[in-house]
Each structure stands twice: as C-alpha cells, then as structure tokens.
C-alpha cells in the first residue's frame, strides 16, 4: 500500500521547521558581527605580543616609551570612510606624530608581502595589494561604527601595551614619561562594534591582563 503523509504529520513538520528556522535565521545574521569581533579580538593579542617580544627599551633615546606597540581604530577614503584598523609602532621616521606611517606598520606573520592594516587615510589604501582587507571591518564586516566606552578613550580610539602585555590608553605621543599617570587600564576598555540593521557585539580589554574577549551580543 502507498504510503502518504497525514495532515497532523505535515503540521508537525512545517512548526519543526519554523523553529529551527528562529535559531538559524539569528545565528546567520550574527555571523559577521562575530566575524568582526573575532578577528579583532585576535589582532589586540596579537598586539599585545608584539609589545612583549619588542620591548622598546632604549637608554640612549628620551623618547623610548612613545615607540611600543599599538593598535589604532581609523578610516580608509578609499572606501568611502569605511571602519579600518592598523598595528604600527610609532618610530622616529615620521617624528612620533601618533598616526602609522607606512613603515611602521606591523607586517602580516602570514604573508610578509602585506601590512596588518585595514587601510588609513594619507597612508595606506584598502585596495593597495599591501593592505590586509579584512582589517577593514567595514568593507569586509558590514561594521557601520565603533564605539569605545569603559576603561578608554573614544577620542583616541587606541590601545597600546608595554613590555608586560599590560594595556595603555590614550596616545603615547602625548606621553613625558614610560607611565603616564592614570593612563594604565584601570578598569575594563570596551569596544561596540556595530551594524545599526543588524545589532552590536561588544568586545573588553581587561586592567592589567590585557586579556581580550566577548562580553555582550545583541540582534535586532
């Protein structure tokens, strides 16, 4: 005899589907913002090591301090503003101006050929083959806007570490001493990426650890 499904059979699979489609459709549209926020969060250890290995100790420079190693949150022109961020330490070529310049950006461990950059304006281009595109959350992420709160500053937008991985706000350019006073991360620095269509996740930078992790996720 011919098999066939039952009406009951039917309605039990079209609600089966309707909630698996509720716990999908928000995952998927998650999947940037996490995106987004893992490679980030990836990037700032990756900083923080950085600043461990290289300590920029000198005797005979003044101005040591202001070299170590950071990670800056800026725009890219070439994609219409569109959210980047760069690694650099901020070397006497250009006068510790506070912005990387093209030879002081970090390097790609991955590929020698490309600059940990998403692209900044007056230095580096996205579509420049030098760029790392995925550091431009913008282009690569759909990230409409950053926010910094807690811990840091929103004018600034940087974090750099010392010799201990221990995290730094506000620009070293304005520094006179290795520790400025108040300026050691007290209490956590947070970071909003968001899709104003979609929602925000949230990533912190914990005091003195450094340690970079996700803290809060929100869908519209």
Same mark, same amino acid.
């Given at each position: ?46 900083? +923080?090591? %950085? =600043? ?5 100790? &000198?005797?005979? $420079?003044? #101005?040591?301090? *202001? ?13 219409? +503003?569109? %959210? =980047? ?5 901020? &070397?006497?070529? $250009?006068? #510790?101006?506070? *912005? ?15 600059? %940990? ?104």
């Amino acid at each position: 005899m011919k098999k066939s499904f039952t009406i009951l059979e039917l309605v039990f699979a079209i609600v089966l589907i309707g909630i698996l489609a509720i716990e999908i459709i928000p995952r998927m549209k998650s999947n940037l913002l996490e995106q987004a926020a893992y490679q980030l969060i990836s990037d700032i250890r990756y900083t +923080q090591h %950085l =600043a461990i290995i290289d300590d920029k100790y &000198n005797s005979n $420079d003044k #101005d040591w301090y *202001k070299k170590r190693w950071q990670i800056i949150f800026g725009q890219s022109y070439d994609t219409k +503003q569109k %959210l =980047a961020y760069s690694i650099f330490s901020d &070397n006497a070529t $250009d006068d #510790d101006d506070a *912005k990387p310049g093209l030879t002081e950006l970090a390097l790609d461990p991955t590929d020698p050929n490309k600059y %940990l950059s998403g692209g900044y304006t007056g230095i580096l281009k996205t579509s420049d083959a030098a760029a790392n595109k995925k550091m431009n959350l913008g282009l690569s992420y759909d990230i409409e806007k950053y926010e910094f709160g807690g811990g840091c500053s929103s004018r600034t937008r940087r974090i750099s570490f010392d010799h201990y991985g221990r995290p730094i706000k506000d620009s070293l350019a304005t520094y006179v001493s290795a520790y400025k006073k108040g300026k050691l991360l007290s209490r956590a620095c947070t970071i909003k990426l968001i899709n104003e269509s979609e929602g925000y996740i949230v990533i912190s930078i914990e005091p003195e650890t450094g340690y970079a992790h996700i803290t809060d996720l929100k869908l519209f």
